[in-house]
């Protein structure tokens, strides 16, 4: 069974500075991995997809690496910014390619 | 603006109400989701429809009975709830007919029982 963890659960920074959210799951063989974003309240919004023969995909300030090996994606984001913060979340298809598996997320503040 | 329509988007109800959650997806995918996120917790999936026919169900309490009637709408009706049923309930949309298709979530329903 695919099990999923994010690690730090929270995380503050300053503005300006770059900065590195994990993402760990247990069963190596995915078919795709996303990072999401989720604002207080609000329902979630897709980032970055990774297929599985990719190793990492950007998009602006963001940029998502997949090691599948390892069982690890990190996300990156440079230059952070107040407008940032939000809870960033991970998930894999558990089984079937969509019907996907959550992490519980990392909470970031981006302090002004 | 996702495509992806919830209403309404928060709701309180008694544990003997009857109500319903209804969910309009405008991208022309094939598959539709129902997703319960509570507090402190990872999104737990509850239902999937693919192609209109459901094919997952997650061991979900019978008091939560969904209803796809087409490609573009999704329903969740509601009926004797528990006060932990109280949650976010999210729908989701996405095409499913390759390895990896982005999944686009609705606003949500924020649901409250009393």
């Known amino acids: 069974k695919q099990e999923v963890t994010q690690i730090p659960a929270a995380l503050s920074v300053p503005e300006g500075e770059n900065l590195v959210l994990n993402c760990s799951f247990t069963?190596?063989?995915?078919?795709?991995l996303q990072w999401f974003r989720q604002d207080p309240g609000k329902g979630l919004t897709s980032l970055l997809l990774?297929?599985?023969?990719?190793r990492e995909q950007t998009s602006g300030r963001l940029n998502a690496s997949l090691d599948k090996s390892s069982g690890r994606s990190t996300l990156y984001i440079a230059a952070s910014q107040p407008g940032d913060s939000a809870t960033y979340l991970c998930a894999l298809p558990g089984g079937a390619t969509n019907k996907l598996i959550f992490g519980t997320g990392t909470l970031l503040a981006v302090q002004p | 603006e996702t495509g992806v329509t919830q209403t309404p988007r928060h709701l309180v109800m008694g544990m003997t109400n009857k109500k319903s959650l209804k969910c309009e997806q405008h991208l022309g995918h094939n598959a539709m989701y129902w997703y319960k996120q509570s507090a402190k917790k990872p999104l737990e999936l509850m239902f999937v429809y693919s192609l209109e026919e459901r094919v997952e169900n997650n061991s979900v309490p019978s008091r939560f009975s969904p209803e796809c009637p087409n490609s573009s709408h999704l329903f969740l009706h509601l009926h004797t709830l528990q006060p932990e049923d109280s949650a976010l309930y999210l729908c989701?949309?996405?095409?499913?007919?390759?390895?990896?298709?982005?999944?686009?979530f609705g606003e949500g329903s924020w649901l409250t029982v009393v």
């Open positions: 990774i297929q599985s023969s990719q």
């Open positions: 069963d190596s063989a995915i078919y795709n």
């Open positions: 989701a949309s996405s095409q499913e007919d390759s390895a990896g298709n982005t999944i686009y």
